[in-house]
C-alpha cells in the first residue's frame, strides 16, 4: 500500500480551486489558460484540482462510460504538465457529496433571469450547439458550490470562464449578507495567453470543438494538425503580404516558440510575403514538438502505473472531502437549517 504525504499540508497557506470537465484529454490552450498558473502557484497556495464529472453530466448525462475515461486522461494531464500529486490534490467532484449540499442551497439564491444571463453559459450554448439541460443552465452556481466549498482564494482559470467566477463572488457576497460572513470572496487569474485561439481559426481552442492541439497528441498527429492548421485565407501565394494576427500558426508560434527572434524574423517575412506557409509550419511543428516531448514523457510514466494514478485519486479526494465537510458545517450552522433537529 503507497502512502501519501502532502508536503505542504497544514500550513494555513491561501487556497486555490481550479480544474477541467473531463469532455475530453486537455489541450494546449488549457495550458496557457490555466494549467502553466496551477503548475507555478502550486508551491506557493494549498492547491486543489477538480476532476468536474459531475459538471460533465450536464453536457449529455448519457454519456458516463465517456465521462469515466475521460477523467482519467484529464488527470494524466494535469500530471503531465507538472502538478505533484504530493503538493496538490486532485480530487474527483462526485466524491465529495457535500458539494451538491452546498449546490442546492446556491440555487435557491439565484434568480432565473441571472442564471440564463451568464455569457459564459450563452456562448457555450452557441458554440456546443445545446439544447441545455436545467444542469448547464446552472453549471455556474455548481462551479460556485465546488470553489466556495473550500473558500478559495485564487481560482485559475481561461478569459472564457470570467462571468462564471464573477457569478461565484456574487453568491458568496449574498450568503455573506444574508447569513454572516461565511465565504471569501475569491479572485479569477487569468494565464498568460487568456484565449488561446482554436486550429480551424475559431476565436477558443476547446474540447468540444474539434479545433485542438492536445497536450498527448503524439509527433504523426501533431504534424498532422498542424499542417491542416487554418492561416491567413486571403493570402493564396507565398508572394502576398500575410496576416499575422489572429492567425492560428503565429498565435502558436508567440505561445509556444521559445526563439523568439524567430518568431520575429517569420512575421516581418510573412507580412511582406516573403515566407510561405509551409516554412512557417514547419519550425511550428520542431517547437510544438519539443514543448510537447516532456510531457509526452510523464504521461507515460502515469499512464504504465495506473495502480499508483488510482491511489493518489483515492487518497487525495478523501482530503479534499474534509476540507468541504467541515466549511459546509459552517454553512448549515450559519444557516441554521438544522435547528429543528438538533
Ligand atoms: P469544453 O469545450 O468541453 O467546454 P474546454 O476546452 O472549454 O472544454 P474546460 O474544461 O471547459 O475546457 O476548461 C478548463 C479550463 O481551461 C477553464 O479554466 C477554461 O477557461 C480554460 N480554457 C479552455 N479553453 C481555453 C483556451 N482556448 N484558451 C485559454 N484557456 C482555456
Ligand atoms: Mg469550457
Redesign the pocket.
Known sequence: MLKFHYKYMNQNKKRIL?G??P??RL?I??Y???LENRVKLQHEYDTFILLANVHAFA?DYRKSEEINKNVYEVYLDNLAVGIDPEVSTIYLESGIPETLELYSYFMTMVTHARAIRNPSVKD?INY?KLDPSMGFICYPILQAADILGFNADLVP?????LPVIEQTREIARDFNKAYGETFVIPSAKV?R????IGTDGKL??????QNAILLSDDEETLKKKIHACYTDPSRIHATDPGKVEENPIFEYHKAFNPNKDEVTDLENRYRLGKVGDKEVKEKLFVAMNNFLVPIREKRKFYEDRPEIAKEILIESTKRARKVVIEIVEKVREQMNINKLIK
Open positions: 481550479t477541467d470537465t469532455s475530453g489541450h490552450g488549457h496557457v489558460g490555466t453536457n457555450e456546443k482559470v481561461g478569459e472564457d470562464q494565464g495567453v487568456a484565449r488561446l477558443k481552442m476547446s474540447k468540444s470543438g
